[in-house]
């Protein structure tokens, strides 16, 4: 068995239940402080032209973008929530 099948079993066999709480309170922390900060990143003073630009690169409606609701690419959104 390969490193990449080893760890992909350990994932799939590993439930909620068996994550440390300290793991789990931390995990929290960072989540809320991600979706914090770019919630507060999406009110910048340059937020909305960088959505507005970032749709004239391409097509598509895979992801949105924070705070504004527009429909991007998935790279493009990822590059405006970031």
């Known amino acids: 068995m390969d490193a990449v099948n080893a760890f992909a079993g350990h994932v799939t066999n590993t439930s909620f239940e068996d994550l440390p709480a300290a793991a789990v309170a931390a995990a929290k922390v960072f989540i809320l402080d991600t979706?914090?900060?770019?919630?507060a990143g999406s009110a910048g003073p340059k937020a909305t032209d960088?959505?507005?630009?970032?749709?004239s690169w391409g097509g598509g409606a895979e992801?949105?973008?924070?705070?504004?609701?527009?429909?991007l690419p998935a790279p493009a959104a990822a590059m405006c929530n970031a």
């Open 63 to 71: 992801a949105r973008v924070w705070g504004n609701g527009k429909a």
């Open 50 to 55: 960088l959505a507005s630009l970032s749709a």
């Open 35 to 39: 979706l914090g900060v770019g919630l």
